[in-house]
């Protein structure tokens, strides 16, 4: 048996993918993040759904054509396929854990 909170490296120079399940129609994926942020070129456009849960810390997801969303703990989102979108902000004072889906 496995802990999400578990396992986590003290210093993150990147941040941390992992694949939890992976299937034919579904990836389940924890990624930790330490104040890190997406690359300031560029956008995120996946080719699949994605749900994005905070379990610890706090984030800023930013869209191409729509307002900022700030997830703290519990808090989460669905990403639609194609809809361009960054990491902005996470936190620096703890890392950010997240789960993600993608479908």
Not at 20 to 27: A, E, L, P, R, Y
Not at 90 to 98: D, F, H, N, V
Request: net charge negative.
């Amino acid at each position: 048996m496995k802990n999400i909170f578990k396992d986590i490296p003290r210093s993150l120079k990147e941040e941390l993918f992992e694949d939890i399940i992976v299937s034919q129609n579904v990836k389940i994926e924890r990624i930790v993040s330490d104040g890190h942020t997406s690359p300031k070129e560029g956008w995120y456009d996946s080719e699949l759904d994605e749900w994005v849960l905070v379990l610890q810390g706090e984030a800023i997801l930013s869209f191409n054509d729509d307002a900022d969303k700030k997830l703290q703990v519990g808090d989460f989102f669905h990403i639609s396929a194609h809809l361009k979108h960054k990491v902005s902000y996470t936190s620096k004072s703890e890392k950010t854990i997240w789960l993600a889906i993608y479908y």
